[in-house]
């Protein structure tokens, strides 16, 4: 069974417009970290924001937030007033404190084009 | 605002030579990584480091690659003898520590193509 599920694998969004991509996860583990990474045309891989499966509110940092329905296993990345230089490769990622707690796990990622 | 560094962005090798990709991670961190992306694939972990030894490797690091930290700020990723399937882009990733809370920050990739 896949550990990260993004279901999208492109969406096209006006500028301006707010965006919700989607990520679902797999684990039987109470503790863990969801984090969402931005990889740009150039490849770089960008940290964009931490959720914690402790974290009683959802995370957010500037115009990125999560939407983080523990129960339901989802942790879906929000952004608001859409730019242009948020085109890029989104990825989902997780650790797990029974796997050892080192690695990563990626979902297959959406490309978000953002149109003007 | 530090960050991870790595050389060179793009080498280009032939089947069956050995290479070094090198990483300079953020200085007070203490855990390393090093993950692949094949192209148009998703992310996978290959190996963490801590104090000197692999904490954790996933089963694509065979025997093949081997990774060291020859001094106080390099962390390299060696692949013995090159594989077609090797190409791929690299990335070198560090964290303060190992926590499942802490965040990894990635450097910014080398592309390796095996001829």
């Known amino acids: 069974a896949q550990k990260i599920t993004q279901t999208q694998p492109g969406m096209f969004v006006q500028e301006k417009e707010a965006v919700t991509l989607d990520c679902t996860y797999d684990t039987s583990d109470p503790s863990y970290g969801l984090f969402w990474y931005k990889q740009p045309s150039s490849g770089e891989m960008i940290f964009l924001i931490y959720q914690g499966s402790y974290d009683q509110q959802n995370a957010t940092e500037g115009r990125y937030s999560l939407n983080f329905q523990k129960a339901r296993k989802s942790a879906n990345l929000v952004i608001s007033a859409s730019q242009l230089g948020d085109s890029a490769m989104y990825f989902c990622a997780m650790r797990e404190v029974s796997e050892g707690a080192q690695k990563l796990v990626f979902g297959q990622g959406t490309r978000l084009t953002i149109n003007p | 605002e530090p960050e991870v560094t790595q050389t060179p962005s793009h080498q280009v090798t032939q089947m069956g030579q050995e290479v070094i990709l090198r990483c300079v991670p953020i200085?007070?961190?203490?855990?390393f990584y090093w993950y692949r992306q094949i192209l148009g694939q998703k992310v996978e972990f290959l190996v963490s480091f801590y104090n000197n030894e692999i904490s954790e490797k996933s089963e694509i690091f065979d025997d093949q690659f081997s990774v060291e930290r020859p001094d106080g700020s390099n962390f390299t990723l060696k692949i013995r003898s090159t594989k077609l399937e090797d190409s791929a882009m690299y990335f070198c990733?560090?964290?303060?520590?190992?926590?499942?809370?802490?965040?990894?920050?990635f450097g910014p990739g080398t592309r390796l193509t095996v001829l």
């Open positions: 200085s007070n961190h203490l855990y």
């Open positions: 990733a560090s964290s303060e520590d190992g926590d499942f809370t802490d965040t990894q920050y």
